[in-house]
């Protein structure tokens, strides 16, 4: 999908990674020196954003069940009963 395409989509995570893309493009086909330097800059905030977003988008990790929950208040119990020892 092209940039204007995902722009006009309006999926925020779709046209970060195609701006990615020809941000990259861009620095891989310039040879000046200043204009790689701020083409970086942007690539890298770009990418900043999509890590952002991703994260933000990806499921929350499961919880322990409740044995889980029993074993570990066990173990705290018997690291203080040891302490006290």
Do not use: C, F, W, Y
Request: aromatic share 0%; hydrophobic share 45%.
């Amino acid at each position: 999908m092209s940039l204007h395409e995902s722009a006009r989509g309006g999926d925020r995570l779709a046209t970060l990674t195609a701006l990615r893309d020809v941000l990259a493009e861009q620095i891989d086909n310039t040879e000046s020196a200043r204009d790689v330097a701020a083409l970086s800059l942007r690539l890298m905030d770009v990418l900043r954003q999509v890590d952002e977003l991703e994260k933000a988008s990806a499921p929350a990790a499961p919880k322990g069940s409740g044995i889980d929950e029993v074993n570990a208040r066990r173990a705290a119990r018997e690291a203080g009963a040891a302490r006290q020892a």
